[in-house]
């Protein structure tokens, strides 16, 4: 179906316009008026969708463990493809607090149709960019991650088939090391053989871009992720840091004025505020170290 506007600068006339041809687009498809709000709000996310096929479904429902795990292990797989995104790495020790905000503003979407389907949305907002020949438009942060982790999906599959590691550790712009883990993670705590996953990009952006293709969270890519995962993590160097914080336990299990006793335990937890991961609750001092706290 074809809805012609006119050309005029009159922003009423233009209005006007807009709202007679989303009456016309409802009632040709029948569609209810909080249908048509709701379709047109989804062009501003994509969307990542999990089916859980029939034969691991109990009274067409799944344990309520098997629904948390999924969605944190995908929380932590949306915030890791973020970090690549981010810094370029593709390992490292914990998500900064811009990942980790960006992966908390995904929404969980309504279950669709036709079987138990979990639907994640990811924020790319809609394109008001002019349309220039000469210029290429500005992809949305939101697509470059879920783009990631498309293409780091489809790169399992070729390892596995090809049964070498070497698609997922040459994919640049594919898994990091804590996307593997995160999968690993899905797989061990749902306990599901195999979730279905799909992609629903925004026509927004890349319209003529096609949908990347399905995918099966399986267990068989279990050993292959884990091999990616360790491969793909180095070892930061060593840093000094100074904490400021409410010291949340101190001990020592001998004596803490003994510094030349190299064995001693001795124990600081603080919670404190990082400026690159934000808020840390209880993070552990071993000896040897030095710390200064406020007095209580």
Same mark, same amino acid.
């Given at each position: ?19 007679? +041809? &989303? =009456? ?6 029948? #569609? ?15 969307? @990542? ?7 691991? *479904? ?18 932590? #797989? ?62 949305? $942060? ?17 390892? $596995? ?21 995160? &999968? ?7 306990? *599901?053989?195999? @979730? ?7 026509? =927004? ?13 399986? +267990?068989?890519?279990? =050993?292959?992720?884990?091999? !990616? ?22 001990? +020592? ?5 003994? &510094? ?9 937890? +603080? ?19 030095? !710390? ?5």
């Amino acid at each position: 179906m074809n809805i012609f506007f006119s050309t005029t600068d009159d922003l009423d006339v233009r209005a006007n316009e807009a709202v007679a +041809a &989303l =009456e016309v687009i409802r009632q040709v498809y029948s #569609l209810s008026e909080p249908a048509l709000r709701a379709g047109l709000t989804s062009l501003a996310f994509d969307k @990542i969708l999990a089916t859980i096929p029939d034969d691991y *479904i109990r009274n067409e429902s799944i344990e309520l463990r098997a629904a948390r795990s999924y969605l944190n292990g995908m929380k932590g #797989l949306i915030a890791a493809s973020a970090m690549s995104e981010l810094t370029g790495e593709r390992t490292f020790r914990r998500t900064n607090k811009e990942a980790s905000d960006y992966a908390d503003r995904c929404r969980f979407a309504h279950t669709f149709k036709g079987s138990f389907g979990l639907a994640i949305e990811s924020p790319v907002g809609f394109n008001d960019q002019a349309e220039l020949a000469f210029i290429e438009p500005t992809i949305p $942060f939101g697509r470059k991650v879920i783009r990631r982790i498309a293409n780091g999906l489809q790169s399992v599959v070729k390892s $596995f088939n090809e049964d070498s590691v070497s698609p997922i550790l040459e994919a640049a712009d594919g898994l990091n090391a804590n996307m593997c883990s995160e &999968l690993v993670s899905i797989i061990d705590r749902t306990e *599901i053989p195999r @979730i279905d996953i799909a992609f629903v990009l925004s026509p =927004e952006w890349e319209p003529d871009v096609p949908p990347p293709p399905a995918f099966h969270i399986d +267990a068989r890519y279990r =050993e292959l992720l884990k091999d !990616a995962s360790a491969r793909l993590t180095t070892e930061d160097d060593a840093q000094t840091v100074t904490v400021v914080g409410r010291i949340v336990n101190l001990h +020592a299990d001998l004596d803490p004025d003994d &510094l030349l006793d190299a064995d001693v335990d001795r124990i600081v937890q +603080a919670n404190w505020d990082s400026p690159e991961h934000g808020l840390i609750v209880s993070a552990n001092f071993g000896a040897p170290f030095s !710390a200064a706290a406020p007095a209580a």
